[in-house]
Each structure stands twice: as C-alpha cells, then as structure tokens.
C-alpha cells in the first residue's frame, strides 16, 4: 500500500521561505515519479506546481513558479522535498504530494496516490 505523508506548512510572512517534506512508502521515489500540486478553498482542480521524473531526476516546473520553487528527493529517506523560497499570499494554499502514475506530469489525473496535504499560508 502507497503511503505519502507531508510536512512542513505552516504560516510565514511574504517574501519568506518554506520546505516541504513528503515521506513515501509503499514505492521507491528514485524509479516512480512524484509530483507536487496545490489547491485553494473554493477551486475544484489542483494546480500543478512541480514534479521529478523517475528514472532521470529530472524536474519540470508551473510556469509561474519557477526560479521561486525547487523539487529534490533523497533517495537514501524515500522522500521528495519542494523548497518554497520568495513567498508570496497568492501561493496560500493545501500543498499535496502525489505519485505518477502515466502520462504528462502536469496533470494531477495521471497520479495514482496521494497525500493529505499540508496546508502553507503567506501573510502580507
């Protein structure tokens, strides 16, 4: 059984930084894709923010988000990190982990599992 667990949300000012952990079990992150997403109250999709592929270790990013984000994972602790830096109130939201599954990563329909999410909030 797949089992992703978050951490490390919680509330900073603009212009702060955060890092986000997700602990994986279940699959080997080093072979399996991982990728982050985001959801703010009142939207029904989530929006893709950053992903690492599995085989290669390499990243792809929202648009809008890079420079600001960074995804990494240690393979040695089988967890994936996104480094927030820059912070900024529009990036307030339910920050969750997911693992691929096929096809393009940034949909969040092609991720089979999913964390619950750990919630990040930027004061003005």
């Known amino acids: 059984q797949v089992q992703m667990v978050e951490s490390g949300g919680g509330l900073v000012q603009a212009g702060g930084s955060l890092r986000l952990s997700c602990v994986v079990s279940?699959?080997?992150?080093?072979?399996?894709?991982m990728g982050w997403f985001r959801q703010t109250p009142g939207r029904m999709e989530r929006e893709f923010v950053a992903?690492?592929?599995?085989?290669?270790?390499?990243?792809t990013y929202a648009d809008s988000l890079k420079g600001r984000f960074t995804i990494s994972r240690d393979n040695t602790k089988n967890t994936v990190y996104l480094q927030m830096n820059s912070l900024k109130p529009e990036d307030t939201a339910l920050y969750y982990c997911?693992?691929?599954?096929?096809?393009?990563?940034?949909?969040?329909?092609?991720?089979?599992?999913w964390g619950q999410g750990t919630q990040v909030t930027v004061s003005s």
């Open positions: 997911a693992a691929h599954w096929m096809g393009y990563y940034d949909t969040s329909a092609n991720y089979r599992d």
């Open positions: 992903a690492i592929f599995g085989s290669s270790g390499d990243t």
């Open positions: 279940g699959l080997t992150v080093r072979s399996n894709g």
